[in-house]
């Protein structure tokens, strides 16, 4: 007999071909790493489109009788201990609230970004607290070995005092989700203080159900005063890694470009000293790990709600700066998300993806 049951809410469509965007069969990845852990036991899953559940049934030998098109009567037909939920962010509040309120499930794990609004993330946490169910999300780099490095060399005081954290990577909302989470991790999850950014928004880019900037360029600072910027876009990167960390006596770059995981340059070193964790930058088996080491200790997961939405705090602090035109403090006040509002509006008006548009002759 395994000490958890675990359920699926949103499969998707098979692996194979995910569609970058709109499906990265993450349920399928989820599926692996509970079924690598022994105290685990796949028992169900839910989708609305009933092949792509049966085939993931299938695929994880999930019982046939178990698989369900509407994810409210499998939770109160199964009644797992966890659920994991991988659907479109804008579903993400309502599934996790109606899972927190149905019999069974001691755990929600959700997929990232947390959701998409401030009203939306503040929700799911106080109903999960209220209703105590722990909830985490999947910032996986979080728990993977190289992060773990990273911050405890920086705990170390390897690099003296921080002073900056920079950071490139893709977009705010859908990639920086998982590099900001990173940032506020290797600073031992300090408060931030305020926000300032800027972003350009003019062809459409809308992932997972949300839309994202093209390109943006943000500053932050935490409450003792170490500065964090992160620049997104997919042109030229801002640093030649996925996180750089600046201190008083040395620099340490996670994922750099070539084969290092990890590098690191004191002040009195004449070249990096590089670190091969031989282990991966993105870890759900370690992310299911959190998970149950949270409901059998009682403490806090490095995944828990709490720490994302800190994260998701600073992405829409990002956008609430660029719609104010002014520095944002924290905590927000808001309960939209800036960005989509500004779409709504017509402050911003991103054109189609992939329309052709005239040349600039403007010089």
């Not at 929600?108 to 009203?119: G, L, Q, R, S, V």
């Not at 998300?337 to 189609?352: F, I, K, Q, Y």
Request: charged share 30%; proline share 6%; glycine share 6%.
């Amino acid at each position: 007999m395994s000490d958890y049951d675990i359920a699926f809410i949103g499969t998707g469509p098979e692996p194979d071909n995910p569609v970058w965007g709109e499906s990265a069969a993450m349920a399928y990845h989820h599926a692996s790493a509970y079924d690598g852990d022994e105290r685990c036991s796949l028992v169900a899953c839910a989708d609305i489109v009933e092949e792509n559940a049966l085939a993931f049934a299938e695929r994880n030998d999930i019982d046939p009788a178990n698989v369900y098109t509407d994810y409210e009567r499998m939770l109160r037909e199964v009644e797992p201990d966890i659920v994991s939920v991988c659907t479109p962010v804008p579903t993400h509040a309502d599934i996790v609230i109606d899972c927190a309120n149905a019999d069974g499930p001691r755990a929600i794990h959700c997929e990232k970004p947390m959701a998409d609004t401030m009203a939306d993330s503040k929700r799911m946490v106080a109903v999960c607290d209220e209703r105590d169910v722990q909830l985490t999300f999947n910032h996986q780099r979080r728990v993977a070995t190289p992060s773990r490095r990273a911050a405890e060399l920086v705990a170390a005081g390897d690099l003296g005092e921080v002073t900056r954290v920079e950071l490139a990577t893709k977009n705010l909302f859908d990639a920086g989700t998982h590099l900001i989470d990173l940032c506020n991790s290797i600073l031992d999850d300090r408060s931030a203080a305020w926000v300032m950014g800027q972003i350009d928004y003019r062809e459409e880019n809308v992932r997972y159900g949300v839309h994202n900037e093209n390109q943006a360029f943000v500053r932050w600072q935490y409450e003792d005063g170490t500065d964090a910027v992160i620049a997104t876009g997919d042109e030229n990167p801002f640093i030649d890694c996925d996180v750089r960390v600046v201190g008083t006596e040395g620099v340490l770059e996670l994922n750099p470009d070539g084969n290092a995981q990890i590098r690191v340059r004191t002040a009195d070193a004449a070249a990096w000293d590089e670190i091969d964790t031989g282990e991966p930058l993105a870890d759900i088996p370690a992310a299911v790990g959190d998970i149950i080491r949270g409901l059998e200790t009682d403490a806090e997961p490095q995944l828990g709600a709490q720490r994302a939405f800190a994260t998701m705090e600073i992405i829409f602090g990002c956008y609430e700066s660029v719609r104010r035109r002014e520095r944002v403090a924290f905590p927000l006040s808001i309960d939209d998300n800036p960005l989509v509002s500004m779409v709504e509006s017509g402050e911003l008006s991103p054109r189609p993806a992939h329309e052709e548009v005239a040349p600039d002759t403007d010089s």
